[in-house]
């Protein structure tokens, strides 16, 4: 069998997150009743006349910053006409040979540019359900919401590098507060231009895959679309250009249409909206305000703060959950402590069915509460296991930590003469595990501290419980 190259181009459609729509005032909602967020511009009603939501523009920008994108002092939108059941107009409000920007990229792990051929600004287009194949329901709630469009050039060779192209995509628009890239919502969605040739020839024929809604899904059907088109070459047949979908139940792709040239959508300049003009000055106000991006937080995290390229990975994985860390780092917590804590305790509730919370967001526990708790424990005023409960307490109602440890006695216990009464209630009838330990094996005082901790309801300080043991062992000898 030969060898053959890979070749893959993605186009990624992001939502913008803004309130309202592109050109019009309907909420660009998820999740409302069919049909209830429309008005006359959105639903292409004759005489309506479309404006430019300029939070959107905003946002567009910011991605195009963060992105390293060439920004287009002047952009102009474009109609794009084609006939589909949810497409109210007959057309699509989009951009086409005057995009808002051009170039930019994103560097893989591997060193490997992916680059950018440009950013352009559209709306997005209504729903088709098709029920069971009887009938087609539209709901044009989704109509005139606002998308941005990235184009990568060729520069990707396998369905890793996508995958990975993705991921860190996604990451800088969430950063940046351009999308929340929520892709069960649709607000992140990815089409994919596969060809495959041997080395040393001129591209083939590249197929389209439509609308994947999930990472797995495109890894999936690029590997098998790729698998195909090999197939198809080396039993002499040719690969036609069409639009296939991917069908993840059978994981095979199917055809769609064939695929449409730019001629057929007999593009022209939108007459009912100006130029768009973008000032140097209104740049320079969006770029100061953009966040470190993950890549360049997890060098940090590393170089700065000591952690390990895992936990630094762990940390930035959302925005929300990177910020709280820093937070709490503020506020005078070790990073390491900080990292354990928000990995094993926060990570943990958001992920809990039984805790409704599901983003730092809607937790009431705040960064300095945490920096406390670690405080508290570093200070052995309270214990690991306690504090652990302390703080499910305080991550739901805010309260502050030593309240909850007083409330609860849950203080950590110093005092010698209680912990030596615990001590030696745990040594009688353990002749066995005093013996063994006295032989030198040091783990069967597990045994023992196990009981002291459980009659201390986990309040006594385990070093004191240990060294309590060893001493009143050794006394008795």
Not at 234 to 246: I, N, P
Not at 247 to 269: I, Q
Not at 348 to 371: G, H, K, M, N, W
Not at 400 to 423: F, H, K, N, Y
Request: net charge negative; hydrophobic share 40%; proline share 5%.
């Amino acid at each position: 069998m030969s060898v053959w190259t890979t070749v893959v181009g993605l186009e990624v459609h992001a939502q913008l997150s803004t309130r309202t729509k592109l050109f019009c005032g309907c909420e660009a909602r998820f999740g409302a009743e069919p049909n209830s967020l429309v008005c006359p511009v959105c639903s292409g009603q004759p005489g309506a006349l479309p404006v430019l939501n300029a939070e959107a523009l905003n946002l567009a920008l910011r991605a195009a910053l963060a992105l390293g994108c060439e920004i287009a002092p002047r952009s102009k939108f474009d109609r794009k006409n084609y006939f589909y059941p949810d497409l109210p107009k007959g057309y699509q409000i989009t951009q086409y040979d005057a995009p808002y920007c051009q170039g930019g990229g994103i560097t893989l792990a591997s060193g490997k540019r992916v680059r950018l051929t440009r950013i352009h600004m559209e709306e997005d287009a209504g729903k088709t359900i098709h029920d069971r194949g009887t009938s087609s329901l539209v709901d044009l709630n989704r109509a005139g919401v606002p998308l941005i469009e990235s184009v990568t050039e060729p520069d990707i060779e396998s369905a890793d590098d996508a995958v990975e192209y993705l991921g860190a995509l996604k990451e800088i628009l969430e950063y940046s507060g351009v999308s929340a890239c929520d892709m069960e919502k649709g607000s992140l969605r990815c089409d994919v231009n596969i060809s495959v040739h041997l080395p040393g020839e001129p591209l083939r024929t590249k197929v389209e895959l439509k609308n994947l809604n999930s990472f797995r899904h495109v890894h999936a059907a690029i590997e098998h679309e790729v698998g195909r088109q090999q197939a198809a070459y080396e039993a002499g047949e040719k690969v036609a250009q069409e639009t296939r979908l991917w069908d993840p139940e059978r994981g095979v792709t199917r055809l769609m249409r064939s695929k449409e040239n730019e001629s057929d959508y007999r593009y022209f300049p939108e007459p009912d909206l100006p130029w768009v003009r973008v000032e140097a000055a209104t740049l320079e106000a969006l770029g100061g305000h953009l966040p470190q991006l993950p890549a360049a937080r997890r060098a940090r995290y590393t170089a700065e703060l000591d952690l390990s390229e895992y936990d630094a990975g762990v940390l930035t994985a959302e925005r929300g959950v990177s910020d709280f860390f820093e937070a709490v780092v503020r506020a005078g917590a070790p990073a390491r402590d900080a990292s354990k804590w928000i990995q094993n305790e926060l990570l943990r509730a958001l992920s809990d069915p039984e805790i409704d919370v599901q983003s730092v967001d809607q937790i009431a526990l705040r960064p300095r509460q945490l920096a406390r708790l670690i405080a508290l424990v570093a200070e052995g005023a309270v214990g690991g296991g306690p504090a652990r409960t302390v703080f499910d307490e305080v991550l739901l109602s805010g309260a502050e930590p030593e309240q909850v440890i007083d409330a609860r006695g849950l203080r950590q216990v110093r005092d010698d003469a209680a912990i030596e009464a615990w001590c030696r209630a745990a040594l009688e009838g353990k002749q066995a595990i005093i013996d063994e330990v006295r032989a030198g094996k040091d783990k069967a005082l597990g045994a023992l501290i196990g009981p002291v901790m459980a009659a201390s309801k986990g309040s006594a300080d385990p070093k004191l419980v240990r060294a309590t043991l060893e001493r009143l062992i050794e006394e008795s000898a």
